[in-house]
C-alpha cells in the first residue's frame, strides 16, 4: 500500500486560473479535458496533446457541461438546457426551468449510462457554499429532449454518478455533508429506495463533484479540503485521501491514456486577499498520476 501510494504525483496543469472550475469532463477522440468556469461564465477545452486552451463564453452561469453524441456540447446554464455547436461557437436553448424560481442556476451534471443528461439546481450564492437553503431540484433531460423533474428541497446539488452496474445512482447535496445513494431504473432512468452510503466528516470539507472508477469506488472532491477523498460506497469507509496544494478543490474525473490520470479543479472565487498569494494556483486543474486505479469513458447526451 505505502509503495503504491509513494508514486502518486499532483502536477498542475492547467495554469490558466478558473474562478469555479469544475464539471471536467475527458473527451478521448482528441485527448482533450473540457470543463466550466461557472462564475467565470464559460465552457473551455484543453488539449493535453498540445497544451492548446480554447474558451467560449456563455451567456449565464455555467454548472456543468456534457458531450454530445452528434458532436458538440450540453451545457446546464443559468435555469436552461442548452446546446453548444463548438464550431459555429453558438448556443440553442433546449430547455428552460424553473422559470417560477429566478433565484436559482444549475451546478453539476453528468450523463448517465443510457445518454440522459443528468443536473441539479441550487440557490444563487450570497458567498461561496452561502445559498438560501432548500431552492434546488434535481433534473435530467431525454434524448426527446422532455426534462423529468426528480426531486427539490436541495441546497447544493453537486457530484453525481452511477454504479458499474448501472443499478445504483450516488449523489451528492453538499450542505449534507453525505454522499447519498438510489436504486436506478436505467430503462425509465427513475430514482428510488434515497438512502445514505457515506457520511462525510466536516474537517475533510465541503463534499462537491465526484466520479466513480473502474473498480465501483468513489472519488469526492472537497471544497475548502484541498483533497480528494476514495470512498467505498458499499462499506461507508474512507479508503484513501489526496491532497492537493489548493484549498478550493471542486471536482474530479479520470481520463488520460486508459483513464488512468485524475484530473481536478479548483476555484479562487471567495479567496481572501491574504489566503490568495499563499496559493499561487488556486483556479488551477491538476492531474494526479501513480494512483494505480483507473476510471471509466464518460457517456455522451443522446439527443
Ligand atoms: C458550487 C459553488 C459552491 C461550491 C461549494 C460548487 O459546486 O458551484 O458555487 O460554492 O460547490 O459547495
Ligand atoms: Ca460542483
Known amino acids: 500500500m505505502l509503495g503504491a501510494m509513494s508514486s502518486i504525483k499532483v502536477q498542475c496543469v492547467i495554469k490558466e486560473k478558473n474562478e469555479i472550475g469544475e464539471s471536467p469532463v475527458w473527451e478521448e477522440k482528441d485527448s482533450s479535458l473540457v470543463y466550466v468556469d461557472i462564475t467565470g461564465q464559460k465552457v473551455s477545452r484543453w488539449s493535453s496533446l498540445t497544451g492548446q486552451l480554447d474558451s467560449i463564453a456563455?451567456?449565464?452561469?455555467?454548472?456543468?457541461?456534457?458531450?454530445?453524441?452528434?458532436?458538440?456540447?450540453?451545457?446546464?446554464?443559468?435555469?436552461?438546457?442548452?446546446?453548444?455547436?463548438?464550431?459555429?461557437?453558438?448556443?440553442?436553448?433546449?430547455?428552460?426551468?424553473?422559470?417560477?424560481?429566478?433565484?436559482?442556476?444549475?451546478?453539476?451534471?453528468?450523463?448517465?449510462?443510457?445518454?440522459r443528461f443528468f443536473a441539479g439546481t441550487m440557490g444563487l450564492e450570497l458567498r461561496p457554499a452561502v445559498v438560501e437553503r432548500k431552492q434546488g431540484s434535481l433534473y435530467s433531460l431525454h434524448p426527446d429532449?422532455?426534462?423529468?423533474?426528480?426531486?427539490?428541497?436541495?441546497?447544493?446539488?453537486?457530484?453525481?454518478?452511477?454504479?458499474?452496474?448501472?443499478?445504483v445512482f450516488y449523489y451528492i447535496d453538499s450542505l449534507a455533508y453525505k454522499v447519498e445513494a438510489f436504486d436506478y431504473n436505467i430503462q425509465t432512468g427513475g430514482l428510488s429506495n434515497r438512502r445514505v452510503v457515506y457520511k462525510v466528516e466536516e474537517d475533510d470539507g465541503i463534499p462537491d463533484g465526484m466520479c466513480i472508477d473502474a473498480e465501483g469506488k468513489l472519488w469526492v472532491a472537497c471544497y475548502n479540503g484541498g483533497r480528494v477523498l476514495r470512498i467505498d460506497p458499499q462499506t461507508g469507509t474512507q479508503l484513501q485521501k489526496v491532497k492537493l496544494p489548493v484549498q478550493k478543490t471542486t471536482s474530479c474525473c479520470f481520463g488520460g491514456k486508459d483513464y488512468s490520470d485524475l484530473y481536478v479543479t479548483s476555484a479562487y472565487k471567495g479567496m481572501d486577499e491574504n489566503a490568495l498569494p499563499k496559493e499561487p494556483e488556486a483556479g488551477c486543474i491538476f492531474k494526479v498520476t501513480g494512483l494505480g486505479v483507473k476510471g471509466i469513458p464518460p457517456y455522451s447526451y443522446t439527443g
Do not use: C, M
Request: net charge negative; no cysteine.
Open 145 to 167: 429532449h422532455s426534462v423529468v423533474h426528480h426531486f427539490d428541497q436541495v441546497d447544493i446539488s453537486n457530484g453525481l454518478d452511477w454504479s458499474l452496474d448501472h443499478r
Open 58 to 115: 456563455t451567456e449565464n452561469l455555467v454548472g456543468s457541461v456534457v458531450p454530445r453524441k452528434g458532436g458538440g456540447y450540453v451545457i446546464a446554464e443559468g435555469t436552461r438546457f442548452s446546446f453548444v455547436d463548438w464550431v459555429k461557437r453558438s448556443f440553442s436553448t433546449v430547455a428552460h426551468l424553473d422559470k417560477e424560481k429566478p433565484n436559482t442556476r444549475f451546478n453539476d451534471g453528468k450523463v448517465d449510462p443510457a445518454g
